[in-house]
């Protein structure tokens, strides 16, 4: 899986076995706190592989990810004021933030051919660690319907995400 | 022919022309792509030569509809903005969001 695509699925997974033995769940302040961290995780990364990236198709890629990333968060903000929800950081949120701080900077220890490899690959674990948070932990646990509407509307793009990184991951190969 | 005679045939086949275009025009249908959900629908449109389709954008980032031909090309729709396509040739106009490569459509036009 790659070692930071461990520590995410680790992450997750205490931190929601951690929610749920203390409340059930996460709430959904916390699930908004967790959405807009998963989204600006995927944004830094975005913003690195487009500065970094020598390869047209890994920039266009990452450009990709920073747009729709950044639509998704603007949705979010949007709704959870609307509903005056405050977004309650939490371990998971938390935990997304820092294992996405220890990619960047593996990263940018990178370049080249390495370079977007490793970008690639993370981009592949993370949207797939993602999207099953989303269906197991997220969705399930949203109490809002306009929150539980807004993730499973957002979920196609992120299974559109992994499908795109999963070819690229396979032209790298070639 | 005498000049009344060339006014009254220029006016009514002006008349005639006029009467043409606005019944072709009032038969033509407007048709609605929607895109949601990283998907376009629906996927499969049929309509005929003079037909509008407009696609509209509800997703939170831009989509395009671009004709695998390149036939027609909507460039980048913004979050809840749409783009008015006058399907002219009659044909099977396969066409893809260029920024999701996963989201496809066909644009069927027929006489």
Redesign the interface.
């Known amino acids: 899986m790659g070692r930071s695509g461990l520590v995410v699925a680790g992450v997750f997974m205490l931190a929601a076995s951690a929610v749920s033995a203390q409340t059930g769940g996460p709430t959904d302040p916390q699930i908004a706190a967790i959405v807009v961290a998963a989204n600006q995780v995927d944004i830094n990364a975005g913003k690195l592989a487009e500065s970094k990236s020598g390869n047209k198709e890994v920039k266009a890629f990452a450009e ?1 990810m920073v ?2 990333h ?3 968060n ?2 979010a903000t949007a709704l959870v004021t609307k509903l005056k929800v405050k977004p309650e950081e939490n371990d998971t949120s938390k935990s997304l933030k820092s294992g996405g701080d220890d990619t960047l900077k593996r990263l940018k220890a990178l370049k080249g051919a390495e370079f977007d490899k490793a970008y690639v690959d993370n981009e592949v674990t993370y949207h797939q660690t993602v999207l099953d948070a989303v269906d197991k932990t997220l969705i399930p646990n949203a109490k809002n319907e306009e929150l539980k509407s807004l993730l499973v ?5 992120f ?2 995400h992994l ?2 990184a999963k ?1 690229l991951q396979a032209s790298l190969a070639k | 022919m005498s000049t009344p005679r060339v006014a009254v045939s220029i006016a009514l086949s002006s008349l005639l022309s006029a009467a043409l275009f606005v019944s072709i025009s009032a038969f033509a249908a407007n048709h609605t792509v929607v895109i ?4 376009f629908t629906p996927a499969t449109l049929t309509v005929k030569t003079g037909d509008t389709v407009t696609w509209v954008n509800k ?4 989509h395009t509809a671009t004709a695998q031909d390149n036939s027609f090309d909507s460039r980048e729709i913004a ?1 809840n903005k749409r783009w008015k396509y006058t399907a002219r040739n009659a044909g099977s106009f396969p066409y893809m969001c260029t ?5 496809k459509g066909t644009l069927i036009v027929s006489r």
């Open positions: 990709r747009t729709d950044t639509g998704v603007k949705q509307k957002v979920r196609p793009a299974v559109a499908e795109h070819h | 949601d959900g990283v998907i997703d939170p980032f831009p979050t920024l999701h490569p996963t989201m």
